[in-house]
């Protein structure tokens, strides 16, 4: 079996959560099989070298847990991306559009070097809402995207092609398309 099909065979749907219409993708049944999330490393370690990434950038709060481990794996440093008001000191802050409303996320301005690459890191790519507002943040710090990588993308949606107008010489990885 492959990694698609054990991902599949893995990772549980709940109907109309967190609203009606919308059926939620759940990981922790992947989180609980720690061969079958070491092997999802390593893939998105893979796609890290590719890209010539030197920094990894996790989005809250489920990226979290694939970018903090990757970047620990590839020896690089990790920057939480994080929703407004969560990190002390000195912060960028970006906002970007959701369905509802308008939402911010912010990276401590220590955080980021002129000239870096970073690949950006989140469970799931939906509309690309979050990862855009990262990438529109480093890009305008002197950053260069050097990818974005997803566990899951959700094709019948968005993402990809808002991601790849907003970053086009970056590479958008998905290890399991929807």
Known sequence: MNIQQELLATL???????????IFKD???LLAQPALFKRVLRHLAEHAADCSATHIVGLESRGFLFAMPL???LGLPFIPARKSGKLPGEVLKQSYTLEYGIDHVEIQK???AAGARY????????TGGTAGAVARLIQSNGGTIAGFSFV????FLPGR????EQAP???VYSLLTL
């Open 12 to 22: 549980k749907d709940y109907p109309d959560f967190p609203k009606p219409g919308i």
């Open 27 to 29: 990981i922790c049944p």
């Open 71 to 73: 970047a620990a794996e």
């Open 110 to 112: 220590s955080a980021l």
């Open 119 to 126: 690949l950006v890191v989140d469970d799931v790519i939906a």
């Open 152 to 155: 899951i993308e959700l094709s």
């Open 161 to 164: 092609k808002a991601l790849q």
């Open 169 to 171: 010489t970056a590479g």
